[in-house]
């Protein structure tokens, strides 16, 4: 048997790692580009935004489909089975947002168009809203004596 609490916790610090990474690149890329470190006259970016809408695009619906998909978890199941499922989806929903958002810090590297950035913040608080957390897992079809084992209150 696994145990949750401690898988809760894994959970949440690589949350927080993905959110700090995060955090720093936007910092590190805006610091970059407002002293003049990185030049990017050079770059010939005629199809960019159309390519970064389309990423932008299917990464938020994916994830959007998966947050859909992890709170319908079959109530049939272990829970065990069940904690093993949300933890697959919650790590696919952090990859997906996380590489995401990388892609829009990169772009405002390149482009520094301030653009990206708000947009890479905006998927940020979605990256939040999303975060895997014991109260989700327990609202999702989980018995009260699944709870009850589960949230010792």
């Known amino acids: 048997m696994i145990n949750l609490t401690k898988t809760f916790k894994l959970l949440e610090i690589i949350f927080v790692a993905f959110l700090a990474s995060q955090v720093l690149l936007a910092f590190l890329f805006y610091i970059l580009l407002d002293m003049g ?22 990464s938020i619906l994916s994830a959007k489909y998966l947050f859909t998909v992890r709170k319908q978890i079959e109530i049939n199941l272990t829970l065990e ?29 390149l482009t520094g168009s301030q653009t990206y ?37």
Do not use: W
Not at 86 to 109: A, E, H, K, P, Q
Not at 119 to 127: E, T
């Open 81 to 109: 089975e069940k904690f093993a499922k949300y933890r697959t989806f919650s790590l696919l929903i952090m990859g997906i947002l996380d590489f995401t958002n990388i892609i829009n810090l990169v772009f405002y590297l």
């Open 37 to 58: 470190i990185v030049q990017y006259d050079y770059f010939d970016f005629e199809y960019l935004p159309i390519i970064l809408l389309v990423i932008n695009t299917m």
């Open 117 to 153: 950035l708000l947009v890479s913040i905006l998927i940020l608080i979605l990256f939040t809203v999303y975060r895997p957390h014991k109260t989700t897992f327990a609202e999702i079809s989980l018995t009260n004596s699944e709870k009850s084992r589960f949230l010792p209150d």
